[in-house]
Nanobody
């Protein structure tokens, strides 16, 4: 079965950096676009970043552009999110999600359990 397991979250000071990871199993990881999505306390889901199958094309929300870097290692079935210049507004539960296509419509069809990132002094 499809599984996505995030790790690497934690407490970091403002201005600091953190890298979160997502290990995929149960499907051909290298055949799917992947996303990071976050949910801040008391708020809705916010898409953060997307990467294509090869890792050659990446996309970011304006709120993280220039500070976050998405990448993938298809040999290790692992998705990464490098987060730099963190600020308290980045505090959230970070999810990785698979992008599936159903009748031409792309959706996040599988999600991990999330890893918590807290930015605070």
């Amino acid at each position: 079965q499809v599984q996505l397991v995030e790790s690497g979250g934690g407490l970091v000071q403002p201005g600091g950096s953190l890298r979160v990871s997502c290990v995929a199993s149960g499907f051909t990881f290298s055949s799917y676009f992947m996303s990071w999505v976050r949910q801040a306390p008391g708020k809705g889901l916010e898409w953060v970043s997307l990467i294509n199958v090869s890792g050659g094309s990446t996309y970011y929300a304006d709120s993280v552009k220039g500070r976050f870097t998405i990448s993938r290692d298809n040999a290790k079935n692992t998705l990464y999110l490098q987060m730099d210049s963190l600020n308290p507004e980045d505090t959230a539960l970070y999810y990785c999600a698979r992008v599936g296509s159903y009748n031409g419509i792309e959706v996040h069809d599988y999600w991990g359990q999330g890893t918590a990132v807290t930015v605070s002094s």
